[in-house]
Structures are given as C-alpha cells and as structure tokens.
C-alpha cells in the first residue's frame, strides 16, 4: 500500500488496546518492521499510540465520577456514559400546576423525606413514578423539581448511548444502568419512556424491542433503590401495559387552565414592569389551550419586544405582538 494512504488511513484509527480494529493495525506495523521499512513502522506506531492516548482520555472524561466513589454505568462499545448528571443549580423547580396534580408531587417529596418511618412500618415510599401529558406541559420539569427539593443528584438517561443496533446491547445497557445505581439515591429520569417501553401488540416492531420491554419489566418489578426514579411519555398508549402496574404512581401532567395561564404568565414577567392597563383576560383567552411551556415563551417574547424596543414598561401591544408571532409559527 501507498506510504502515504497508510499514513491517512492509521491518522482515521481509533479506541482502545483490545479493539479489533488497533489490534490489526498493530500487526500491521509488525509486518512493515519485517520488511524493513524501520521509519514507516515507527510512524505509523507513533500516530497510533497518540490516537489510543487521546482516545482513553476522551472517554475517561466522559465517565464522570458521582461523590460517594459511584462510577456512571457506560456501554460496552464506546464506552459511553449510559445517563448524564445535571447540576443542582440547573436544576428547573418553580412551577405552577393544577391543585391535584400539585398534591400528588409534594406526596412523592414527603413519602421520601418520612422513608425511614415508613419503612419502620413495613411500608415502602413512592419509588417509580409515571408521569404522562402532552409536550411542553411539565413532566419532566417535574422530576427536576423533586430533585431540586429533596437535595438529591439528578441523572437524565441517555437513550441514544444505551439504545444499540447490535443484538442484545440494548437490554444489556439497561440492566448495566439499573445495577450501577441500585445503591445511589438519585432521581433517575426516564424521559420519552415510550422509546423503550412500547407496547408489544406493535406488530411492526421487530423481536429484540421485545425482549427489551420484557427486560425493563423485570428491572423495574426488581428495582429497589435508594432514590426515585421518573418515567415520563408524550403518548400514554404507545406504552406496553405490562408497565403500568410496575409503577407505585401515574400522573396525569395537563395542559393550564385559564388561571394557571395567568400566574404562569405574571410569574414568568415578574422581573418586568408592567402597564396597569393590560386586560389579561384578552391575553389569557388567546393561550387557553396551550402548552405551559408555550405560554412561558409568549411571556418571555413579549418581554424581549418591549426591552429591545427601550420601552420602560410592558404594554399590552407586547404581549399581542408576541402572541401573534408564535401562533404563526405554530401554524
């Protein structure tokens, strides 16, 4: 082969000591070296040693090290961490939801904050919460928010690492997160659920999916954490409902009703003057229907037109035009 081609082509390998792919470039340097060819050998051996160098290193920041010594679970592959921790101070936990809906979040934080009394009476506290709903209307804000108030880490799961084209992977890196974490309280968040928890009536799915869902049903009948762990799905009956009766709790995450969409509203401009004369019946009206997270961004718009504009305070006209400007980009 052309010095040169071998040369780009060894630039382009990488990974560890044990991949296939280094291990026959490997053998390939030792072929150059019996034939003689000393200075090409040493080159080629030099780029390839530089490139498992950086390699290793990528993926050893990629492992991130949880405190008490807890090591995130990565996939096999490329050893990618199967969940990324978000800091408390990223945390979202201001938010505003129906009564009941609200009553049954501060449940789950004082079912875990009185866990130890419960478990003096045999009882055991909310660990695997369902939450559904439409895009946009909070759930997985939710499980940042009890998070946020119980003090504990906050993992999200990767499915796009623990999600595999190869035979088994999949259920594979699922039962490795599962089994890293047993003994660390955290809220693990499960979000768009449905991407491996579809049902398997789904005749359209082909059979590793499940096998999957039947390993997830055995994890979370097995689960028994120190923390809590949050599933959330857009599409409540794109779920296998095996799953159902897996979870302690199911949540309904609605869309705000005419007066959450006002304190939603007020809130969200709360930073900013606003004119008294503002009718806010005529601007709720136009959002009813809308998502929470839709809302906060005609809120925010609106403050934006008016700070931009050097207007002092926030007029209705604002709050029309930004209204106006997301309804036709809906559309």
């Given at each position: ?19 296939d ?9 030792e ?5 003689g ?16 160098s ?8 990629l ?15 490329n050893?990618?961490p ?10 979202r ?8 809906t609200e009553?049954?979040i ?10 130890e ?6 009882l ?12 946009g ?33 999949t ?12 003994d ?28 999957v869902v039947n390993i997830?049903l ?18 409540e009956?794109?779920?296998d ?9 199911i ?8 007066e959450?969409?006002?304190?939603l ?15 806010w ?6 959002m009813?229907g809308?998502?929470?997270?839709l809302?906060?961004k ?10 931009i ?5 926030l ?6 035009r930004?209204?106006?400007e ?6």
């Open positions: 082969m052309n010095q040169d081609l071998m040369i780009r082509l060894f630039r382009s390998i990488e990974g560890d000591k044990e991949d792919v280094v291990k026959v470039a490997s053998l390939i340097i072929d150059e070296k019996k034939k060819h000393e200075k090409l050998a040493e080159k080629l051996k030099y780029i390839l040693d530089k490139n498992i950086s390699s290793q290193k990528f993926r050893g920041e492992r991130r090290m949880l405190p008490n010594g807890v090591l995130i679970p990565t996939d096999k592959r050893n990618f199967l969940a990324i921790t978000i800091n408390r101070d990223e945390l936990h201001e938010m505003v939801l129906p009564s009941e009553d049954k501060r449940r789950i934080e004082k079912e875990f904050a009185a866990k009394r419960l478990a003096h009476h045999g055991q506290y909310r660990q695997k919460i369902l939450i559904y709903g439409a895009p209307c909070g759930k997985s804000m939710s499980a940042e928010r009890i998070a946020w108030n119980l003090g504990l880490p906050f993992l999200k799961v990767r499915f796009d690492v623990i999600i595999s084209s190869f035979l088994g992977e259920a594979s890196n699922l039962t490795k997160l599962f089994d890293g974490i047993k660390y309280p955290c809220v693990l968040l499960f979000d768009e659920f449905d991407i491996v928890g579809k049902t398997r009536n789904n005749s359209q799915d082909v059979g590793e999916m499940h096998r997830l055995t994890l979370l009948e097995e689960y028994n954490s120190q923390g809590i762990l949050i599933a959330t799905t857009n599409i009956n794109a779920l409902q095996a799953l159902f009766r897996r979870f302690d709790d949540i309904e995450m609605p869309k705000p009703s005419k959450e969409i006002l304190r509203t007020k809130m969200t401009l709360s930073s900013i003057e606003k004119a008294k004369e503002i009718n019946n005529i601007i709720v009206d136009q009813i809308f998502s929470s997270a809302v906060v005609i809120a925010n718009d609106a403050a934006k037109i008016a700070v504009g050097n207007e002092k305070i007029l209705q006209s604002h709050l029309e930004s209204l106006t997301n309804v036709l980009y809906l559309k």
